[in-house]
């Protein structure tokens, strides 16, 4: 069974860079989370009813937003135009995503996904820039997330699993997490280009720059969610087995590191898998940290990166090649911060 578990585990974690799977992303993470399931025999009537109810609100809130942006397209595109033109420009992206990740908590991490790629649609910035402000408001995103249970699943796990307050996480990671929401904020400014002649022009003709998705489009885009979040359900579980064999009896600062492989699992799995009540807040702050900033290196590794990617068409390869340095560099600077206070 491990074996198998990590046969999957290294095909989720290379298949994606592939052309063909890169264009089924979903479809594939799904086999791979049947696959899993079936190699760890957990298969039961509980985890069919879960796959199938868990992702509705997401995918309900992904469609709405769908249809808002969709029907009150010009007036949106008008209003950030004009915001981002107020004032200085590279401001203007600080000031949005550290805004963004700050409220995701209590806006949802899907909603801010879907604000993150309307704002960067009107913007209509070159590629690389494109995909750096993606990425860099994706981890924004994944860390604000974490300070409410309302800002997505993995909270909600660990303020029930804890029976805590509503203020618990924010008063526990709080310290660490809103200067490094302001942080990516900051370098996400000094990241991208100037505005272009070509967006100054945007400005001078007051046009709108995108056109109006169809109804197709993002009903198609809605499915996809909802199959993303079904795969992550049987992932989680398939993948159970593995995790409570291998990491639960780790140091917290070896787990930080193994948490690393939130980047291709749902950490709301994981974090239910590692919390537990008898632990230290120090520990707890570790894993949750680990968890959360590992989640923004590649695609799979939360709603938000898969949000984003999919509607600007950004490819993993794409995708990876800046946020996995990013990642990396930002675990080992909190690393060091949660060494000392361990």
């Not at 799977?21 to 696959?35: K, P, Q, S, T």
Request: glycine residues 6%; proline residues 4%; hydrophobic residues 60%.
């Amino acid at each position: 069974m491990i074996v198998g578990l990590i046969i999957i585990l290294l095909l989720v974690l290379f298949l994606p860079f592939t052309k063909l799977v890169e264009r089924n992303l979903e479809v594939f993470l799904f086999i791979m989370g049947v696959a899993s399931v079936f190699v760890s025999q957990v298969w039961e009537w509980d985890l069919i009813k879960e796959a199938l109810i868990s992702p509705i609100n997401i995918t309900l809130a992904v469609f709405a937003a769908g249809l808002l942006f969709r029907w009150f397209q010009k007036p949106i595109e008008t209003g950030i135009l004009s915001l981002s033109y107020a004032i200085p420009y590279r401001v203007f992206i600080a000031i949005f995503v550290i805004i963004l990740g700050l409220v995701s908590s209590i806006i949802t991490a899907i909603v801010a996904a879907i604000i993150l790629v309307a704002v960067i649609s009107v913007l209509r910035m070159d590629r690389k820039s494109e995909v750096r402000l993606v990425i860099l408001a994706c981890y924004a995103i994944g860390l604000g997330a974490v300070l409410t249970p309302l800002g997505e699943p993995l909270s909600t796990i660990v303020i029930s699993k804890l029976n805590e307050d509503f203020f618990y996480l924010l008063k526990l990671l709080g310290l660490y997490i809103i200067p490094g929401v302001i942080a990516f904020g900051i370098l996400s400014a000094f990241m991208i280009s100037p505005r272009t002649e070509k967006q100054n022009k945007l400005k001078q003709n007051n046009e709108t720059v995108s056109e109006k998705e169809s109804y197709g489009e993002i009903i198609i885009r809605s499915l996809k969610i909802y199959l993303f979040v079904m795969a992550l359900t049987f992932l989680g579980a398939g993948f159970q087995p593995f995790i409570e064999r291998f990491l639960l009896d780790l140091h917290p600062l070896v787990l930080y590191w193994i948490n690393i492989i939130s980047a291709i699992l749902d950490n709301a799995t994981l974090a239910a898998a590692e919390i537990s009540p008898q632990m230290d807040s120090t520990t707890i702050e570790a894993i949750l940290l680990g968890l959360c900033i590992s989640g923004g290196m590649l695609i799979p590794g939360n709603i938000p990166n898969i949000i984003a990617a999919g509607k600007l068409k950004i490819t993993s390869l794409e995708y990876a090649r800046f946020a996995v340095p990013v990642g990396l560099v930002t675990m080992a600077i909190f690393f060091v911060i949660v060494a000392f206070t361990i």
